[in-house]
């Protein structure tokens, strides 16, 4: 007797550790993406124009990160990075590239991923969650070895092509390999009018892409939320072109803009384009606001893992193709689609902008919130970035991570336990805005620019903490660090046809 009751205890001592470690997990990872949101245009990381009462209470009952980084400087390889776990050194998709240039059969959509790329939908499908991405895909077209529904993802909806997603009012989405219909009488992401009033109503057309793609996650959601889930959601705000609704618009003083933006870099025309910006990052805000209260009517909130960050920084300025710059030789002082990163302070005095693998076009905002495990009102200084998601995110769901990843297991970081041993360097190997690399090892962040020039930069070098704004260039006092970086390049950087780049000419 006794025996069977030392059995029956040791079960439910073993049934209580069970119990006791799923509880310590999120049932649920809803990843939430904007798209050229800079790391200064938030609340809650020091924004004053632009308003984001959601996303700024999520920091309150979350952890806000100071030093997050984004795997690319633009979209495409950006997502690559994330999904897949494999830094730019041995990413397939180092560039923004249309898949026609080298598949004519494709007039849609960016150069895909291959079929037999293992991304972290898959292995979160393959545990037994529910996967469902709505936004902005850019990894391959329908129909392609880049399909989404080939890498894990159960649903997608949204803009399969970035090219696509510069309208906010488009001809169609897709839902999976349907196209779904959207406007008859599509707006382009792109225009000028040199003269003459600019008008709202001229590039506003009927049913919004936001809102129908919102209008899936929240259906999503409700859909699966008896069960563990992995929502992805790559908004397309706040990138260009400027096309909010308009109510969103007159929510902004109107004497921010005395000059209208009239498409001459890039994008289509606004007559108010400062009060359009902050609206896109608003509607952006609101996106999120939306799925928080999905997820509590569903009574899943405090079970579910949320990650807010951005894809990389505020957009460029025009007419730069080396160093972003926040001024244009246009006729105007707006940047790219006519936005103002000045106006904003959009990177927070960071150097460079979308483009740059300077701290501005890589350093990023992220906010994580799970009540059960993740400290409210916390800020934590512990550098990240895009290849560390597909292993953390393996670890906070108890699933085992793949061999062959870049990124570190940072789940007990997030948690609020500090980096024990060292943090693995950060890697980027970006051949476009005239070819850059960057490598992160500890305070040092040593760069080269201008790579695919006839004249390539010298190797630079800044401490990081106590430059965050890379003003001074300690390249002479640091031969060590350089030889550093360069073995790293060399031992990790891939060779790649499609995006290639030499980084020891």
Same mark, same amino acid.
């Not at 805000?285 to 949320?306: F, K, M, N, Q, S």
């Not at 919130?369 to 993740?374: A, D």
């Given at each position: 007797?006794?025996?069977?009751?030392?059995?029956? @205890?040791?079960?439910?001592l073993?049934?209580?550790?069970?119990e006791?470690?799923?509880?310590?997990?999120?049932?649920?990872?809803?990843?939430?993406?904007?798209?050229?949101?800079?790391?200064?245009?938030?609340?809650?990381?020091?924004?004053?124009?632009?308003?984001?009462?959601?996303?700024?209470?999520?920091?309150?009952?979350?952890?806000? !990160?100071t030093?997050? &980084?984004s795997?690319?400087?633009?979209?495409? /390889?950006?997502?690559?990075?994330?999904?897949?776990?494999k830094?730019?050194?041995?990413?397939?998709?180092?560039?923004?590239?249309?898949a026609?240039?080298?598949?004519?059969?494709?007039?849609?959509?960016?150069h895909?991923?291959?079929?037999e790329? *293992?991304?972290?939908?898959?292995?979160?499908?393959?545990?037994?969650?529910?996967?469902?991405?709505m936004?902005?895909?850019?990894?391959?077209?329908?129909?392609?070895?880049?399909?989404?529904?080939?890498?894990?993802?159960?649903?997608?909806?949204?803009?399969?092509?970035?090219?696509?997603?510069?309208?906010?009012?488009?001809?169609?989405?897709?839902?999976?390999?349907?196209?779904?219909?959207?406007?008859?009488?599509?707006?382009?992401?792109?225009?000028?009018?040199?003269?003459?009033e600019v008008?709202?109503?001229?590039?506003?057309?009927?049913?919004?892409?936001?809102?129908?793609?919102?209008?899936?996650?929240?259906? !999503?959601?409700?859909?699966?939320?008896g069960?563990p889930f992995?929502?992805?959601?790559?908004?397309?705000?706040?990138?260009?072109?400027?096309?909010?609704?308009?109510?969103?618009?007159?929510?902004?003083?109107?004497?921010?803009?005395?000059? /209208?933006?009239?498409?001459?870099?890039g994008?289509? /025309?606004?007559?108010?384009?400062?009060? @359009?910006?902050? @609206?896109? *990052?608003?509607?952006?805000?609101?996106?999120?606001?939306?799925?928080?209260?999905?997820?509590?009517?569903?009574?899943?909130?405090?079970?579910?893992?949320?990650?807010?960050?951005?894809?990389?920084?505020?957009?460029?300025?025009?007419?730069?193709?080396?160093e972003?710059?926040?001024?244009?030789?246009g006729?105007?002082? &707006?940047?790219?689609?006519?936005?103002?990163?000045?106006? !904003?302070?959009?990177?927070?005095?960071?150097?460079?902008?979308?483009?740059?693998?300077?701290?501005?076009?890589?350093r990023?905002?992220?906010?994580?919130?799970?009540?059960?495990?993740? @400290?409210a009102?916390?800020?934590?200084?512990?550098?990240?970035?895009?290849?560390d998601?597909?292993?953390?995110?393996?670890a906070?769901?108890?699933?085992?991570i793949p061999?062959?990843?870049?990124?570190?297991n940072?789940?007990?970081?997030?948690?609020?336990?500090?980096?024990?041993?060292?943090?693995?360097?950060?890697?980027?190997?970006?051949?476009?805005?005239?070819?850059?690399?960057?490598?992160r090892?500890?305070?040092?962040?040593? *760069?080269?620019?201008?790579?695919?020039?006839?004249?390539?930069?010298?190797?630079? *070098?800044y401490?990081?903490?106590?430059?965050?704004?890379?003003?001074?260039?300690?390249?002479?006092?640091?031969?060590?660090d350089?030889?550093?970086?360069?073995?790293?390049?060399?031992e990790?950087?891939?060779?790649?046809?499609?995006f290639?780049?030499?980084?020891?000419?």
């Open positions: 007797m006794r025996i069977l009751l030392t059995i029956f @205890a040791f079960s439910c073993n049934i209580s550790a069970v006791s470690t799923e509880s310590a997990r999120p049932k649920n990872i809803v990843f939430i993406l904007a798209d050229d949101l800079g790391y200064g245009e938030l609340g809650c990381y020091g924004q004053t124009k632009i308003k984001t009462p959601n996303i700024d209470r999520l920091a309150a009952e979350g952890t806000r !990160f030093q997050h &980084y795997g690319a400087p633009v979209c495409a /390889p950006a997502r690559c990075v994330l999904l897949t776990g830094h730019l050194g041995h990413a397939e998709i180092r560039g923004n590239r249309q026609e240039v080298s598949l004519p059969e494709f007039k849609e959509g960016q895909p991923i291959a079929r790329t *293992v991304t972290l939908a898959q292995t979160l499908h393959d545990a037994g969650f529910a996967t469902g991405a936004g902005k895909w850019g990894l391959g077209p329908v129909g392609s070895s880049g399909d989404p529904n080939l890498h894990g993802f159960d649903l997608f909806f949204g803009y399969n092509c970035q090219a696509e997603a510069h309208s906010y009012y488009p001809s169609h989405l897709w839902r999976n390999a349907t196209q779904v219909p959207l406007n008859k009488n599509p707006i382009p992401g792109h225009g000028t009018q040199p003269e003459g008008s709202i109503e001229k590039w506003t057309g009927k049913v919004h892409a936001s809102t129908v793609i919102v209008e899936e996650a929240v259906q !999503f959601i409700e859909r699966n939320k069960k992995f929502l992805y959601l790559p908004f397309t705000e706040p990138h260009a072109a400027l096309q909010p609704p308009i109510a969103a618009v007159e929510a902004y003083p109107k004497e921010w803009d005395p000059v /209208p933006y009239r498409g001459e870099n994008y289509t /025309p606004h007559p108010r384009p400062r009060a @359009a910006y902050a @609206a896109l *990052v608003s509607e952006f805000d609101r996106h999120v606001g939306t799925v928080r209260a999905a997820l509590e009517r569903a009574g899943i909130l405090d079970d579910t893992l949320i990650i807010i960050t951005s894809d990389n920084g505020t957009t460029h300025g025009a007419f730069a193709k080396k972003p710059a926040v001024t244009t030789k006729t105007s002082t &707006y940047g790219i689609g006519g936005v103002d990163a000045a106006f !904003f302070n959009s990177v927070g005095g960071l150097r460079g902008l979308k483009g740059s693998v300077y701290e501005g076009g890589l990023i905002p992220l906010i994580v919130r799970w009540p059960k495990g993740v @400290a009102g916390a800020t934590n200084h512990t550098p990240g970035y895009f290849a998601w597909y292993p953390t995110l393996c906070a769901s108890g699933v085992a061999k062959g990843l870049d990124g570190q940072l789940w007990s970081v997030i948690k609020g336990t500090p980096l024990t041993g060292p943090r693995l360097p950060m890697v980027w190997v970006y051949p476009e805005y005239g070819g850059q690399v960057a490598v090892m500890g305070d040092i962040k040593v *760069v080269r620019r201008n790579l695919q020039t006839k004249t390539p930069g010298p190797w630079e *070098v401490a990081i903490n106590s430059d965050p704004n890379e003003t001074k260039d300690i390249a002479a006092e640091h031969a060590d350089i030889a550093a970086a360069q073995k790293i390049l060399q990790q950087t891939q060779a790649n046809a499609l290639p780049l030499k980084w020891d000419k």
